[in-house]
């Protein structure tokens, strides 16, 4: 149980272009998910909180204009990432809670900007 | 700042043995601690949660928690090379409010045939 799937796995793309990360439980609903962002051989940093039917919490310093989340239901949320810049290049990664505290992490998405 | 804190390592041990590692946090009211286990180029991966003083015990993993000292540590019996990888603590940092947590930067593990 408690499996959590990411689409793209992988996307390369120009710079200025944007890009949509879905991010879905399959086997349970997940009133909250959580999206992170992992630099080579860094922690996991959370970017946002998204609950599903309202606005997405962003953490300090992430913009909320350039990464755009969306929790259309309980089961998706997205994570768009608007003209994107090489510096955006990254491992994207979800989680989505099925109970108490506990996150389960899709398997992520790697981004490259050009 | 709330922080989360392990040795980066690398921790070496030789098949078969006993590996230990270990996490403390500043936030004094935090409730939940996980442990994860995340290979190169993958995603995390839960392995253990703790909620209370003590050990927890989970096939060849043992949690130990110590709120009073704010460490939580991790016990691998019977290491074996696949479980050569990064691992990281996080710590739920608002006391369940919500279900936000900080990852610690990760202990690698590196097991030896």
């Known amino acids: 149980g408690a499996v959590v799937s990411q689409h793209p796995s992988r996307v390369i793309c120009k710079s200025g272009t944007s890009v949509k990360i879905e991010c879905r439980s399959l086997?349970?609903?997940?009133?909250?998910m959580f999206w992170y962002r992992q630099f080579p051989k860094k922690s996991l940093m959370l970017m946002a909180t998204?609950?599903?039917?309202?606005?997405?919490?962003?953490e300090q310093g992430v913009e909320k204009d350039k990464f755009l989340i969306n929790h259309a239901s309980l089961t998706l949320s997205t994570l768009t990432v608007t003209s994107a810049h090489p510096e955006d290049s990254s491992f994207y990664i979800c989680s989505a809670t099925p109970a108490y505290n506990e996150q389960f992490f899709g398997p992520g998405t790697r981004l490259t900007v050009l | 700042q709330k922080e989360v804190e392990q040795n980066s390592g690398p921790l070496s041990v030789p098949e078969g043995a006993i590996a230990s590692l270990n996490c403390t946090y500043s936030?004094?009211?935090?409730?939940?601690f996980f442990w994860y286990r995340q290979y190169s180029g993958k995603s995390p991966e839960l392995i253990m949660s703790i909620y209370s003083n003590g050990d927890k015990e989970d096939g060849r993993f043992t949690a130990q928690l110590n709120k009073a000292s704010q460490y939580v540590s991790l016990l691998i019996r019977d290491s074996q090379p696949s479980d050569s990888a990064t691992y990281l603590c996080a710590v739920n940092i608002d006391g369940g409010a919500t279900n936000k947590l900080i990852f610690g930067t990760g202990t690698l593990l590196a097991v030896q045939p």
């Open positions: 086997d349970f609903q997940a009133t909250t």
């Open positions: 936030d004094r009211v935090s409730q939940s």
């Open positions: 998204s609950n599903e039917g309202s606005k997405a919490t962003y």
